[in-house]
């Protein structure tokens, strides 16, 4: 049995020098942080028990890994050490309850926490004020001489304050260079037109663009850098992390806003909670949360356990990246024929769910990142959103990988694809396309189209796969007794879906724009088309010159549109619409006079009950009101809804902006149900409501 264990303890040392290394030295890791993490927790209850077989070059009693060999070797008079991780509440419980088994119980503890960046730790050296070497972690004890690169960097402090009481002698600040994520997406779509690889990710990005040999490399690269800790300093006596916080801030130097001084337990486990739903909010990476105590004199007490200082915690989020198979390339053909590869995987564990599928952008981008059936593949996942592969894991190849062929066919229908010269997208142009239909029917439905309650995908299928729809104007011709055909339908819901379908008819113009699916024309657009053009024919007629002129409309869309009306088949489309009583031309206003909201301007905030937020737009303008994205001193009304944002609150109350809900907009336009053009059954009369702060 011991010498199995040993055996295994051997392989996840092994294992996760390679992977640091490739993660450290190179910057190109193979595996997630949660595997890293995993393999790391084997070895960490391992060695817990069996201490007998620890080694002194075991991962666990190390940071990081070697310094590259082209860079200067600077050793740092304190290790820079890591911190032990936490990946559940009752784990940063079981942290603290370890403290307070080195002190007394009783002992006051405050406690600093941070969100935990994604980016280089590095440790900036300055001597009477000025800076003279910046040098990365490296192993903890030995890092890479980066000084001409970190001078590139601009938020860091060339020369910091020396007036008497400012500035220490000897000082050595330490901190994480990062990338933020709207200059990472800049660099990335930059990197992309001059025919360059994107970089993986912000993390990526920043290591490699610090441990550049060429500093002007460096200097082209949009990083930034938090200060968070001192390593030593002379001349200053500091008793307190969050002193020393402030410290940095008078020195001149970037401090993360986010940090916060807590003094209840509870609070920093509802911080950890908090920052973990809102890290997609940040402009930077964060992984987790850091918890400090904050007292020195504690810290001090409490010391250090092999390379992580008992006093602090790393609270880490579910990891965003995970490494499985590529099983299968699938096709998928949206309701405009755009065809659009997936990835069909392994099933793997990531951000609290199972991932079978993931998308592949389009076939440019699959190419480029040379993807193959059967590949390991790296995938991540951020928030909500649909899981996307990252690059195939190239060192895991075997031969038996098989490079991906674009289709020259339709993979339902069967008929030849397109593209356009200069375009990404390929799409199959057969209108009849069965998968066009069902798409097509579900987009039609949609709460910012026709807004027909209880016709989603499922159903759309049932109609197309049943042949009782082939195209969406058919919708107007369906019968109960059709709909009782399909499975899942009854007397009640049959009559609903007929009678929302029949509600459908009426919706204002742009509605019905948006609902047809021409390319480049979403709802923004057809608000302003239906404005400007008031009826379908009208727009049919128009010409690439004047829709041109429209502010918005430029001539990809413009060529879009005329391209969409020219086809036989859609303008049979329209006629089949028109037949079946559907409405193509927005009626004149007559409720309350001809524009009741006429000089009346309006900010929207919130979700409001029956309606999107570009309805609501819809609705006022065309009742003669204009809408705008904050208020002001000119702002008539602002319209509340759920959630609403607290910036537009405060300002209307500072403003003394009147404010209605959705009811009391309704009730400014003479609507009693909701039938103008919200395309929402709202049930009961509302009544204006006034709301005040």
Same mark, same amino acid.
């Given at each position: 049995m011991s010498d199995e264990v040993r055996a295994r303890m051997e392989k996840l040392? =092994?294992?996760l020098r390679y992977h640091s290394y490739l993660y450290h030295t190179l910057d190109q890791p193979e595996i997630s942080d949660a595997e890293y993490d995993a393999l790391m927790h084997e070895l960490r209850a391992l060695e817990a028990q069996y201490p007998e077989f620890i080694t002194p070059d075991s991962p666990t009693q190390r940071v990081g890994a070697e310094p590259r060999d082209e860079f200067a070797k600077v050793r740092h008079p304190y290790p820079m050490t890591s911190l032990a991780d936490a990946f559940s509440r009752e784990e940063v419980e079981a942290w603290r309850e370890r403290v307070y088994r080195l002190i007394p119980r009783d002992t006051p503890l405050e406690y600093v926490v941070e969100p935990k960046i994604d980016g280089l730790a590095v440790a900036i050296t300055y001597e009477e004020g000025l800076l003279v070497r910046g040098a990365t972690r490296g192993d903890g004890f030995v890092g890479e001489d980066i000084t001409a690169n970190v001078r590139t960097i601009r938020n860091v402090p060339l020369r910091i304050p020396?007036?008497?009481?400012?500035?220490?002698?000897?000082?050595e600040v330490r901190g994480e260079v990062y990338m933020p994520r709207d200059l990472f997406e800049r660099l990335n779509a930059e990197r992309l037109a001059q025919g360059e690889s994107p970089f993986a990710n912000p993390r990526n990005a920043a290591a490699g663009s610090v441990r550049q040999l060429d500093p002007r490399i460096t200097a082209s690269r949009p990083l930034r850098f938090f200060a968070y800790a001192i390593g030593y300093i002379e001349g200053r006596e500091l008793t307190t992390q969050w002193e020393t916080l402030n410290y940095l801030k008078e020195l001149g130097f970037a401090v993360n806003p986010d940090i916060r001084l807590i003094r209840d337990f509870e609070e920093v486990l509802a911080y950890c909670e908090e920052w973990m739903d809102k890290r997609d909010r940040l402009n930077y990476e964060a992984d987790g949360v850091v918890i400090k105590i904050n007292d020195f004199a504690i810290q001090q007490r409490l010391g250090i356990v092999g390379n992580a200082p008992r006093w602090a915690v790393a609270f880490k989020f579910p990891s965003r990246e995970a490494t499985t198979r590529l099983l299968e390339i699938g096709i998928n053909v949206g309701r405009t024929g755009?065809? +659009?590869?997936?990835?069909?995987l392994e099933p793997v564990r990531l951000g609290g769910v199972t991932i079978h599928q993931a998308t592949l952008h389009n076939f440019d981008d699959l190419a480029r990142k040379d993807i193959r059936v059967g590949d390991v593949v790296v995938i991540q996942r951020a928030g909500d959103v649909i899981p996307q592969v990252v690059k195939p894991v190239v060192a895991l190849r075997d031969g038996s990988q098989v490079p991906f062929e674009p289709p020259k066919t339709c993979p339902v229908c069967g008929e030849p694809v397109m593209r356009d010269e200069g375009e990404v997208a390929v799409y199959c142009v057969n209108a009849a396309c069965p998968a066009q239909l069902v798409r097509h029917i579900?987009?039609?439905?949609?709460r910012d189209a026709m807004d027909i309650d209880g016709l989603g995908i499922k159903v759309a299928a049932q109609l197309a796969n049943n042949g009782l729809v082939t195209d969406v104007a058919d919708l107007y011709a369906l019968t109960k007794e059709d709909l009782l055909k399909l499975e899942g339908f009854a007397d009640k819901r049959a009559e609903n879906l007929l009678r929302a379908i029949d509600a459908s008819r009426d919706r204002p113009l742009w509605r019905v724009l948006t609902a047809l699916g021409i390319r480049g024309v979403g709802t923004k657009a057809a608000q302003v088309l239906a404005t400007h053009y008031r009826s379908l024919d009208t727009l049919m007629a128009t010409t690439a010159e004047e829709l041109q002129e429209i502010e918005g409309i430029g001539p990809r869309t413009a060529k879009d549109i005329l391209?969409?009306?020219s086809r036989p088949r859609h303008r049979q489309l329209i006629e089949k619409l028109r037949r079946y009583g559907v409405r193509l031309e927005d009626q004149p206003v007559t409720a309350q006079g001809p524009a009741p909201l006429q000089g009346m301007t309006f900010v929207i905030t919130g979700t409001l009950p029956s309606m999107s937020r570009e309805a609501a737009t819809a609705l006022i303008q065309q009742y003669g009101g204009k809408v705008t994205g904050s208020v002001s001193k000119n702002t008539t009304y602002l319209v509340v809804g759920d959630k609403p944002g607290a910036n537009k609150l405060t300002? =209307?109350?500072r403003l003394g902006v009147p404010m209605l809900d959705e009811a009391g907009l309704r009730q400014l336009i003479g609507e009693s149900g909701g039938k103008a053009d919200a395309?929402?059954? +709202?049930?009961n009369t509302p009544s204006q409501l006034s709301m005040s702060l």
């Open positions: 040392r =092994a294992l020396v007036s008497e009481g400012v500035a220490p002698r000897l000082i755009v065809l +659009t590869p997936y990835a069909v579900e987009h039609w439905a949609s391209d969409y009306f300002a =209307a109350q395309g929402s059954n +709202t049930g």
